[in-house]
């Protein structure tokens, strides 16, 4: 934490070495040090701003679209795309798709929900259940 980080500052400006921090505050001694270094290069211990585009769909509105699908698996992209929009926030269909993609959501649940449902296989079940010992053939 950045408090951390300024104590680790602090006592190194009064003259304690790196090993009595890192034995003080239960860090190694290269992590002490690189924060000693880092403050004395550019006058801070707060991190820095990365670059790259922020995400359009917030944390918040991930986990929520992920609840949504598996409560309901036949939620379509669109009507995600709709929820967000609601919330203000403007995203393609294939974002959406993406995003539940690296959840590993979209094809587990909603494809286990349809295939369990389908008239194929409630069909299959009455064959199977039919026949009985025949049920090799439709397999």
Not at 50 to 60: D, F, L, T
Request: aromatic share 4%; hydrophobic share 30%; with cysteine.
């Amino acid at each position: 934490s950045n408090d951390l980080k300024t104590k680790t500052v602090q006592h190194s400006c009064l003259g304690e070495g790196h090993k009595k921090l890192s034995q003080r505050f239960k860090l190694s001694v290269s992590t002490v040090r690189n924060i000693v270094r880092k403050w004395k290069t550019t006058g801070t211990v707060h991190v820095k701003p990365r670059s790259g585009r922020p995400r359009k769909i917030s944390e918040r509105q991930r986990r929520r679209m992920v609840r949504t699908v598996k409560d309901n698996p036949q939620t379509t992209s669109k009507d995600l795309q709709h929820h967000l929009a609601a919330d203000g926030v403007t995203v393609h269909r294939s974002t959406i798709q993406r995003t539940l993609h690296r959840e590993a959501v979209w094809e587990s649940d909603a494809m286990e929900a349809f295939s369990a449902s389908t008239p194929q296989t409630e069909s299959l079940e009455v064959c199977k259940s039919t026949f009985g010992q025949a049920s090799f053939i439709l397999e």
